[in-house]
Every structure is written in C-alpha cells, then in structure tokens.
C-alpha cells in the first residue's frame, strides 16, 4: 500500500484505506501568504493538521515547506492522493510524478454518480431533485421505498422565527473545546508570521472549532442528543445575542474532513428511529449535508472552469474596504453590524446571516461576485472555494442567472424584521424605503430590482415584484436616494 498524502482537508480516518496506512501532511505556508485568512480559520486549519499528525505519531512524516512542491521534492517514494477540492490542487497533483489520485471522498455522492444524474437531466439542475436523487441511492430516511412521513422534504416546516420575547434558544451549549499545548504552538507560529508581514483579517479568541475527530464525534453526540430537536423549526432563525441557536456548528468538521458526512447521517437517522428526535429536525439536518453539501460540491466541479466568473448582473462595483476588513463598528444597521460582527469575532455565521444580511445585501449593491467568493473564503472557518462558488455565484449573488436556483436571494427588511430580533434595536426602519431611516435593505431591494429589470424579464417567481416596482411613485426618489448612500457603512 502506497503512502497516501493527506491534504489539510482530508483529515479523518474515512481518508485512509487502512488505520496502519503510512501518511504524508505536508504544511505549506505559501497557502497563508496567497489570501487575508481569517486569524481563526488558519489557526484551525493548522491546529487540524498539526492534531492528526499528532494522532498519527510515527505512522505519519510530517513536513513544513514553503510549497507543496518543495515537501514533495523531499519525498522518493510513490504516493497517493484524494481527489483534491480545489481545480487548482487537482491540475497541481496531476501534474506530479510517482503521485496517483484517487477518487474523491469525503461527500456522500461520487463525481460519477452526479455525474450520470445531471447529465440524463433535461431541466435545470435543482437541489430538491439531487436530494431526492441521493436519498434513494443511499437508502437514508426511506421506508418501503417511499420518505419517512410521507415528504422529501419538511422545509416548511423548518422556517419559524425565532421564539417570541427570548434573546437565546433555551439549548445547551456545545461541549466546551480546550485548547492544548498544539493549540499554543499554531498560537505562536502565527504570531511570529503577523511579525514577518503575513497578514490575517479578523479577531483571534479560543478555538471554537473541532481540530480532531475525536472533538467533532464529540460535537456530534451532542448535537443529536441535545440540539437538534430546536435545529429543525429554527434553522433560518436569527437572533442577536445567540448566533449559535441550535446549529451543529460542524460545517467546519465536515469541510476539514474530519467527520464523514454519512457518520452524521446515520446518527441522526438513529437520533429519529431511537431516540424520537423530531422528523423535522433530522430530515432538516439530513438535507443540509447530502443535499445542500454535496450540491454545491457537486456542481463546482459539473460547471466548468468559467461558472466562477460568471456576472450575469453586470456587479461591478469593488467590494469596499470596510467589509474588506470586518469593520463591523463602523456599521449602524443593527443586522448587519451583528452579522459582521460575529465574522470578525468567530469567523462563522449561520447560512441565513451569510444568504439573507450578507449576500442580499452585496447582491443589492451590486459587487463583484468573484471578489465575494475570494472574501467568505478566506473569512469563513469552513469557507473553501468549491463551496463558496456555488454558494456566491450560484445562490447569493445569482451571477448564473438561475443555474442552480430559481430566484435571487434578494430581499427587503421585511424578511430580517419577521426572522430576527434585530429591528426593534435599529435607527433604520423595515418598513421605509425613503427618508434618513430609510432600511438599507428595503431600499436595496428596489433599487436592486429596478437596476436588474431588464436582465431579469423572465422570471416567473420575480414577476409579482416586478409589477410592484411599476406602481411605485417614489422610484426614481429611491434609487437617487441609493446612489448617494453608494458603498458607504449603512
Ligand atoms: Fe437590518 Fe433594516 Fe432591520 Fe435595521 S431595520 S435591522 S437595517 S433589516
């Protein structure tokens, strides 16, 4: 059996054909001097690495270079490797001799599978379909060959604000991480390299994130136990003072390799057939991984090379330096000062603050949607450029035109007043879209709509809007009103 190289995404124990398997981890620091990483993020990523080699002990030759290239040099012996996540790793490891790549792990469904399905499929590709597609090819949540209770999918169910006069969800907290002397080591190798000019964006604060398969199987008991019952009806709610909510806070896990996305599965499978968890909550969770997960890898690498620079909208505008740089203090619109806020402090928010406060709001500016995906890359603990492509491109800034979702994620404050406690708290208000306390969001959204109206004429699901847009008196008052705002702090 051949050394297998492990990329810092491919950490656990389901990327080894056998647990005596001899490994290669390779820490290049060139990976750190190429973007702004997010100071917690690459604190994680190294702590992840450094914790497996420890695991590992001398099963493992462990190796810090400047390059890949550099630390393959080094090595005489053949080698392999996964499938890499990123198009530019895989043309890297494609081109090295005595390297063979295998195929892809870490995701529920294989490249071929997906393959087979997109390409016999003479509509759009859709989520819903792939989930439903994956679910029957895995046999999850499937009884006498139909769904559990009856649906795919239980996402209305799963869309309720948060509860009525409460500022945290009355769950437990996750298991408490501690950090170790790895965890100091990355601490002081980073400070060291801030001192040499590599620079990082954010705040630095305790590791909240698994760094081993042991934290994140811990992580995940938990969750099933103890979470994931309030997951289910709260998923897209917001609330300023708990931006954890019920959330498994294990996308991050998932991402690094750490945690094999069907372990999750099963377990929370078991969670609904042994423990009476809610379906709701399991399918929800369930849907999240091999569907939304395994989509937006799926589709990086089924579009070609060029769907990342799609700008189907025409967003030129340059991503300001004040989101640039995570300031959220000079923000005054309560949700997204909180939203940017907790990127700087934790270098995570939920999937809603990311869709609904950060894309809607870059989306109704109208900014460059490569230079987005490069930024919740880089900023996000679990941010790596086959998800963020499909979730910026894709989703938020719908810069495709509609080859993964239906509509724009465009929105106005109504949907932040109905899904948060963020308003009451605001000098803006949800309702106005004229005047100083005009809702940036209310106002983006037809200023948006109106900026967009010709490049999104045919648009079934925008029609009942676009027929709005035509009754407003006060239009032209709003879009003047915008331009002076232009990308100025809200
Ligand atoms: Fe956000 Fe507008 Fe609500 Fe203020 S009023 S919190 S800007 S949605």
Redesign the pocket.
């Known amino acids: 059996m051949s050394r297998r190289w492990l990329f810092a995404d491919q950490l656990g124990p389901h990327f080894l054909d056998d647990r005596h398997q001899e490994v290669l981890l390779i820490e290049s620091k060139a990976v750190f001097r190429r973007r702004v990483f997010h100071r917690q993020k690459a604190h994680l990523v190294l702590s992840a690495l450094r914790h497996r080699a420890a695991e590992l002990g001398d099963q493992a030759r462990y190796l810090r270079t400047e390059t890949y290239a550099e630390g393959l040099r080094t090595v005489r012996e053949p080698l392999e490797v996964c499938h890499p996540t990123s198009r530019r790793a895989l043309a890297f490891v494609e081109r090295q001799p005595r390297l063979t790549v295998l195929p892809a792990r870490g995701y529920v469904t294989s490249l071929a599978d997906f393959t087979d399905w997109a390409d016999g499929r003479r509509s759009a590709l859709r989520m819903d379909a792939f989930y439903r597609f994956a679910r029957e090819r895995h046999d999850v949540l499937i009884e006498a060959g139909e769904p559990v209770g009856g649906r795919w999918s239980l996402d209305t169910e799963n869309r309720q604000p948060p509860p009525k006069d409460v500022d945290r969800l009355a769950v437990p907290a996750p298991p408490k991480l501690r950090e170790d002397d790895i965890d100091a080591e990355v601490r002081a190798d980073l400070d060291r390299w801030e001192r040499e000019g590599i620079r990082f964006a954010g705040r630095d604060g305790p590791r909240r994130f698994p760094a081993s398969t042991k934290e994140a199987r811990a992580r995940l008991r938990h969750f099933l136990r103890h979470r994931l019952p309030a997951f289910g009806p709260y998923e897209d709610a917001m609330l300023a003072n708990d931006p954890w909510l019920a959330h498994s806070a294990l996308s991050s896990s998932f991402n690094l390799g750490l945690l094999d996305p069907m372990e999750a599965i099963r377990g929370a499978e078991r969670a609904y057939h042994a423990d009476g968890a809610p379906l709701p909550s399991v399918e929800g969770f369930i849907r999240q991984i091999m569907g939304w997960r395994d989509f937006v890898w799926q589709l990086y690498w089924y579009f070609d090379r060029g769907w990342r620079d799609n700008n189907a909208l025409a967003a030129r505008r340059h991503v300001p330096d004040w989101w640039q740089d995570l300031d959220a203090d000079v923000v005054?619109?309560?949700?997204?000062s909180?939203v940017l806020g907790e990127v700087r402090d934790h270098g995570w928010t939920h999937h809603i603050p990311r869709l609904m406060?950060l894309g809607n709001y870059a989306l109704q500016r109208g900014w460059r949607p490569t230079e987005l995906v490069d930024w919740f890359h880089r900023s996000f603990v679990d941010g790596y450029e086959w998800v963020m492509t499909a979730n910026v491109v894709g989703m938020s800034q719908y810069a495709d035109l509609g080859q993964m979702t239906t509509k724009p994620y465009a929105s106005?404050?109504?949907?932040?007043?109905r899904m948060?406690d963020?308003?009451?708290?605001?000098?803006?208000?949800?309702k106005k879209r004229l005047g100083e306390d005009a809702?940036?969001?209310?106002a983006g959204y037809w200023s948006f709509l109106l900026r967009n109206r010709e490049r999104l004429p045919g648009n079934a699901r925008m029609a009942r809007s676009m027929k709005q847009l035509d009754r407003l008196a006060d239009l032209d008052a709003v879009a003047d009103q915008e331009r002076r705002r232009g990308d100025d702090p809200?």
């Open positions: 005054r619109a309560r949700c997204l909180d406060v106005g404050g109504a949907y932040i007043n948060s963020y308003c009451g708290g605001c000098p803006y208000d949800p809702c940036p969001f209310t809200p």
